[in-house]
Nanobody, 127 residues
Framework: QVQLVESGGGLVQAGGSLRLSCTASGRTISSYAMGWFRQAPGKEREFVALIRRSGGNTDYAGSVKGRFTIARDNAKTTVYLQMNNLKPEDTAVYYC????????????????????WGQGTQVTVSS
């Protein structure tokens, strides 16, 4: 069992930056693929970014590619999401998630591919 806690959300103007952190407790995160998802009001939770166990393999949703960067520090049991050039449409609750299983890219872009979730952190981007 692993517990995930997100932090770093807040209110920022369009064009600004935020860095989200996800800290795990209970187990090391080195054995999990880690993902970030987001959910805007009235919408389904959607994939944002993925980093595989080794840390060298990442993937992003098309809407954030080139603006967001996911990274992990297994020693600190923390996963980060650096978000630059934020847009109002990035406004959502952002969730960190850990996956025990193995699969293709589509597996990790699905909510069902993850076993553990944090409580979420609100990101609001004003225009």
């Amino acid at each position: 069992q692993v517990q995930l806690v997100e932090s770093g959300g807040g209110l920022v103007q369009a064009g600004g930056s935020l860095r989200l952190s996800c800290t795990a407790s209970g187990r090391t995160i080195s054995s999990y693929a880690m993902g970030w998802f987001r959910q805007a009001p009235g919408k389904e939770r959607e994939f944002v970014a993925l980093i595989r166990r080794s840390g060298g393999n990442t993937d992003y949703a098309g809407s954030v590619k080139g603006r967001f960067t996911i990274a992990r520090d297994n020693a600190k049991t923390t996963v980060y999401l650096q978000m630059n050039n934020l847009k109002p449409e990035d406004t959502a609750v952002y969730y960190c998630a850990a996956a025990r299983g193995y699969g293709s890219g589509s597996y990790y872009k699905s909510v069902s591919g993850y076993d553990y979730w944090g409580q979420g952190t609100q990101v609001t981007v004003s225009s």
